[in-house]
């Protein structure tokens, strides 16, 4: 069984950064694409990026591209998502995902092997 475990959010001034983790148990956690997703209250819940197995391609949502960079450690069995230049509407709950035999384009689809149990992100302005 693979748990996923995000971490990193907080509260923040729009313009300020912080960095989400998403440690990963598990022997093959270097075979798994994976995923950034978050949902604010009373919105679905959005893919914002995602990264290959072996970290060489990624995506990013129009929403967050340039300010946003997603990558990972499979030494470390951990993903990270490197957010600046926060904004207000980042705000919302952010959650991690992992497919055993997914690829960057089904980690736009809203289902996956393996979710954590999210990280709350608050911009203030």
């Known amino acids: 069984q693979v748990q996923l475990v995000e971490s990193g959010g907080g509260l923040v001034q729009a313009g300020g950064s912080l960095r989400l983790s998403c440690a990963a148990s598990g022997r093959t956690f270097s075979t798994y694409v994976m995923g950034w997703f978050r949902q604010a209250p009373g919105k679905e819940r959005d893919l914002v990026a995602a990264?290959?197995?072996?970290?060489?391609?990624?995506y990013y949502s129009n929403s967050v591209k340039g300010r946003f960079t997603i990558s990972r450690d499979n030494a470390k069995n951990t993903m990270f998502l490197q957010m600046n230049s926060l904004k207000p509407e980042d705000t919302a709950v952010y959650y991690c995902?992992?497919?055993?035999?997914?690829?960057?384009?089904?980690?736009?689809?809203?289902?996956?092997?393996?979710w954590g149990r999210g990280t709350q992100v608050t911009v203030s302005s």
């Open positions: 995902a992992a497919d055993t035999n997914g690829t960057i384009a089904t980690m736009s689809l809203p289902v996956h092997d393996y």
């Open positions: 990264i290959s197995w072996s970290g060489d391609n990624t």
